[in-house]
């Protein structure tokens, strides 16, 4: 099974972008999505971003998670 993450964009380059998920902060690959703005979130798979989400949704994953692990 795989997992995406939501991430927060922080900062965009070319082909890339400066992302913080769970408070880590790291370069991923941004090539399948278009028009990457900070602030904006995406889901990140495998150093990736694979499409962008929304705020809202972001927040609902990252509790999601949070919960799971504390069981």
């Not at 790291?26 to 929304?54: P, R």
């Not at 994953?61 to 069981?71: A, G, M, N, R």
Request: a negative charge.
């Amino acid at each position: 099974m795989c997992i995406a993450v939501p991430a927060k964009v922080l900062q965009v380059y070319e082909n890339q972008a400066l992302v913080n998920f769970g408070g880590v902060k790291t370069k991923v690959d941004t090539s399948l999505v278009d028009g990457l703005q900070i602030g904006e979130y995406i889901l990140l798979h495998a150093g990736c971003a694979i499409q962008k989400i929304d705020q809202e949704e972001a927040k609902k994953t990252v509790e999601l998670f949070e919960y799971i692990l504390k069981e």
